[in-house]
């Protein structure tokens, strides 16, 4: 019978049908999205602390706004995503947990500090640019809740990345001071940015399951390849360098070649040792602790409310 239910589930998945939280579906399915779900979900809110870090010094009103803006959005974002989580079936007080003991994973391209204000700019362009590249194929996921959020997610980063672009022209028009800093800031995230796709084909363990069950549509090479293509033409129009001597248009292949990814920082990083995990880690925890009392207050209030609505 199991057997059976699974060739189903597989046919709804090839017929391009969603799956919804209450169908069957493989405990391995099950546990695939609540991975990548809430991996991402804790990408969104960690996301929120290296530009964070500049909303109090922003250079002007306009810019303040703006950023503030897309900051919270992407709480919104994770928001949205551990709702999503929770209709497989694990809580958010679990969720939480794995991220504050250290136990889930969230994108490596968040432990990079924010040193100038190009950071804003660096990380709009190319950080929002590679989550687009990566989110714009889950609006098509296979599971429903996932495929919902992330149509309204990208809206929303589609923005961010337009935001973080506008600085980045501003300050590559600049003086020379500021076209320096820009030219500084692509050079530290670069490398990070095309790391964010994640390892390469032959060693993504999760791939190859995860395009059957069609919650990956393209490969983590294929959507690096992409987002290299479209951003070294980006940096052109922006008269900046990438810094990477090897990279180079390949007529035959159609696409550009770029330089070896230093894998082993990648990994290190994932494991906790960048510059900035274990800062990240502590003030997201110290947020938690001390937003405890407006947490209690809410649940008290909705308790009152409950109780005079029965009474
Ligand atoms: N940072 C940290 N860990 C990573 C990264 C990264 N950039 N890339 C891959 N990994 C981890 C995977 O989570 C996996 O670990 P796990 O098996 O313990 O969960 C391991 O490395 C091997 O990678 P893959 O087999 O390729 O994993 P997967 O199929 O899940 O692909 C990917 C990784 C592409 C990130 C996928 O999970 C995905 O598309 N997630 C949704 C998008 C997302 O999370 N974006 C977050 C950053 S964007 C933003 O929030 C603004």
Redesign the pocket.
Known sequence: AEINLEQKFQEKIDNELRIEPKDWMPEKYRQTLI??IS??AH??II?MLPEGNWITRAPSLRRKAVLLAKVQDEAGHGLYLYSAAETLGISRDKMYSQLHSGEA?????FNYPTITWADMGAIGWL??GA?IM??VP?CRASYGPYSRAMVRVCKEESFHQRQGYEIMLTLSKGSSVQKKMAQDALNRWWWPSI?????TDDA????IQ?MKWKI?RFS?DELRQKFVDVTVEQAKILGLTIPDKDLKWNEERGHYDFGEINWDEFWNV?KGNGPCNKERLETRKKAWEEGEWVREAAQAHAEKRKAKKEA
């Open positions: 991975r990548q991996q991402h990408s969104e996301g994973k969230y994108s490596s391209i950080v929002d989550a990566n989110q889950l790391m964010m796709f994640g390892p993504s363990p999760n791939s995860s990956k983590n994932v």
